[in-house]
């Protein structure tokens, strides 16, 4: 399967006035004594897909969880299409929420439950319709993100991985959201179903216009499906394009996209692979160069 070298949609889409879709400005986040985040900034425009990567206990999950309002920061704002979500109250932050999906590492189905029962349950909380009508929505989200109509009424246990995954997916997008969270999206896929899950999420994104954020490790994934990225280093973010982001000087970057890992990604791809491209322009080869691993790869 080939890159996704498609154009991406319009980055003003799905923001009013031009709004980005996310703006952290000057998060501190800590536990403690522990210092997480120290003025940490980061924008997402809308429609973009946005990859969140980082070293082990950088802070990717608390970043995650403090722009999904789940948790408040020390210090520091997060706007969500120009709300800031630190001065919400608790019914008007319950209203964002049901403007985003979520996916999370290990998919987070109720193992008691079906698919189609994983998927109606935002639209139980959230939506007053009639049971026919949940149930035609519900099967219209397991279609859309691939699963065969069978797999509805199966239980997690009865799935694979991929198969999780996409059931997973198919929650995130029950309730129609603008923005959309994956956490390790790819994680413990085999290469063929996760290439085919990257390929899944493009075509719903450009289809959908959403905007995408993403944590991942996998720089297959970051290649095949990222506008942009914001690494966490030293407790704040450094984001670019990836032609910038891989041109980094700073030293865990350079290791992160020119290790051992980062160096076979690129062979295999000729030397250099296709990315999405700026949010409102089309894909272009970004070539990876080749670089002498200085150690290994923490970034696999």
């Not at 062979?267 to 150690?295: D, I, K, L, M, Y």
């Amino acid at each position: 399967m080939g890159p996704a070298a498609n154009q991406a949609v319009d980055a003003t889409a799905a923001a009013p006035g031009g709004v980005p879709a996310i703006e952290v400005r000057g998060v501190v986040n800590r536990f403690g004594t522990q210092l997480v985040h120290d003025a940490l900034d980061m924008t997402v425009e809308a429609g973009e897909v946005f990859g969140i990567v980082g070293g082990s206990g950088s802070g990717k999950s608390v970043l995650l969880r403090t722009i999904l309002g789940l948790q408040r920061p020390q210090a520091g704002s997060v706007r969500v299409f120009g709300r800031d979500l630190t001065r919400l109250g608790d019914r008007e932050l319950r209203e964002v929420k049901a403007g985003y999906g979520v996916t999370f590492q290990a998919g987070a189905l109720f193992t008691s439950l079906t698919v189609l029962q994983n998927v109606q349950l935002p639209m139980i909380e959230h939506l007053s319709l009639e049971r026919e009508a949940l149930d035609g929505l519900a099967m219209l989200k397991v279609r859309l993100v691939g699963l065969p109509a069978e797999a509805a009424f199966k239980f997690p246990s009865q799935l694979s991985g991929g198969m999780i995954k996409r059931a997973a997916l198919a929650r995130a997008l029950a309730l129609d959201p603008q923005l959309l969270f994956l956490d390790e999206p790819t994680a413990g896929l085999d290469p063929i179903s996760a290439a085919e899950f990257d390929e899944l999420l493009v075509g719903l994104q450009r289809e959908l216009a959403l905007t995408v954020v993403m944590i991942t490790h996998d720089l297959d994934t970051i290649f095949r499906t990222c506008n942009r990225v914001g690494v966490i280093v030293d407790r704040k973010m450094i984001s670019d394009d990836l032609q910038g982001i891989v041109s980094n000087p700073h030293p865990w970057i350079q290791q992160y996209f020119h290790g051992d890992r980062a160096a076979r990604f690129g062979q295999a791809g000729g030397g250099a692979t296709a990315h999405r491209g700026e949010a409102t322009g089309a894909a272009r080869p970004v070539p990876v160069p080749a670089a002498t691993p200085t150690g290994d790869d923490r970034g696999a």
